[in-house]
């Protein structure tokens, strides 16, 4: 169904048509970063050190929100913690770049327009620090991640120390004077038992016109980001109803350049929570339609897994909707993961312009997606208010 949307929507054609900042087009001339042949040599076997280097001033640092758990009451508290790193400045024409994508969108010569999409393409324009390491001050300890990889990422799960369930503690990254970035995290500490909401984002929660390549571009670089009518509602009333510690997960197949963009609208209008985003598109803008429309399903069971192994006991309502492969991972892992996910609940997205939705939204495609699955254990929903009833009734179920 993916490849066949992406052919329809004609995505391959509109990626080969965006800026690819590492054509000699869009190379500065002047970055310190141009450094030739051997100097790049130099610099790269530098970069492949296996010790890792320290964070330099000249660095961008984000260390992105998380969730303590333990599997146990006997055991340590632990918590995944994920930094990413960039060079500061793009070793690339930004305003020509910025043009492009405003020209191939149909826009008008707009400032404002144009000052968003340098502001937002930014993250996709850096170039990754790999085996960097990153340090992470909680409670008064300090940790040390493991260098970063190739796509400038360091995850780590590390033993943090004790806290009450329910308590949400600040993390800082020890950088060097003049790092910028997002340099300080939330965790949010999940006692092992009791309740627990995974959600998509892209059109499940925000409107991103997944099943346009144009959609997506318009909707991540240019537009105002605008929540699904009545989820943010719906959220609230649901974050109201649960325990202080239930952990809410936000899992996107959007990559992870968007985190500033896609926490400041989680920050804005939905419940704080853990945003697991993708490893998959560094420095290429075509990178975020692939990332938003290839391989979806295997990427959010993995994802989805890896929550089991960290809260095996609590029971998960799981949101999503039509546009990707949200009920086909959903099912799955209701299957493999036996007694986990309480509540799958799908959004029917009715955008009569997307190629392909009649089919995403057919009643066989969920049946298909949910064989095995108990009737009462899933819903697709077009008006988020059909939800709060559903919700309320599985958790009076086990309370």
């Not at 938003?292 to 069971?301: I, P, S």
């Amino acid at each position: 169904m993916q490849t066949r949307t992406r052919k329809e929507a004609q995505f391959d054609e509109f990626e080969a048509q965006l800026p690819d900042p590492k054509h000699p087009a869009f190379k500065t001339t002047t970055s310190k970063g141009d450094v030739g042949i051997i100097g790049g040599l130099i610099r790269a076997i530098g970069d492949l050190n296996p010790l890792g280097k320290n964070v330099t001033k000249d660095d961008v640092v984000w260390l992105l929100d998380n969730t303590a758990f333990r599997t146990s009451r006997l055991k340590s508290w632990q918590a995944e913690y994920v930094a990413a790193v960039f060079e500061m400045d793009p070793h690339c024409k930004v305003t020509d770049i910025v043009s492009r994508i405003a020209e191939q969108l149909g826009l008008a010569d707009d400032a404002a327009e144009r000052k968003t999409i340098a502001e937002r393409i930014l993250p996709f324009l850096w170039d990754i620090r790999m085996v960097r390491i990153v340090k992470v001050r909680t409670e008064g300890k300090d940790l040390k991640m493991t260098p970063t990889n190739v796509n400038g990422i360091s995850t780590q799960v590390m033993k943090i120390p004790s806290a009450d369930k329910g308590t949400i503690v600040k993390s800082r990254a020890v950088v060097p004077q003049g790092v910028s970035g997002i340099l300080e995290a939330n965790t949010v500490y999940a006692g092992t038992k009791g309740w627990a909401i995974l959600s998509d984002i892209d059109d499940t929660i925000k409107i991103t016109m997944t099943s346009s390549p144009t959609g997506i571009v318009q909707k991540t670089f240019v537009d105002e980001p605008t929540p699904v009518p009545g989820m943010p509602e719906l959220y609230a009333q649901v974050k109201a109803s649960l325990p202080e510690d239930t952990p809410w997960f936000y899992l996107s197949a959007s990559p992870y350049n968007l985190y500033p963009f896609l926490k400041e609208f989680r920050d804005k209008y939905y419940p704080p929570g853990t945003m697991i985003l993708r490893d998959f598109s560094w420095k290429t803008v075509a990178g975020l339609l692939s990332a938003l429309t290839m391989g979806t399903e295997q990427y959010k069971t993995d994802r989805m897994k890896k929550i089991n192994s960290w809260l095996p006991e609590r029971k998960m309502i799981v949101i999503g909707d039509s546009t990707q492969s949200d009920p086909e991972a959903y099912g799955e892992i209701y299957r493999t993961v036996p007694g986990w996910i309480e509540l799958i609940l799908i959004r029917k997205v009715e955008d009569v312009s997307a190629i392909g939705i009649a089919d995403k939204n057919h009643p066989d495609r969920f049946e298909k997606a949910f064989e095995g699955i108990p009737k009462e254990a899933w819903h697709v929903f077009t008006e988020p208010s059909e939800c709060s009833r559903l919700i309320q009734d599985v958790v009076g179920k086990h309370s």
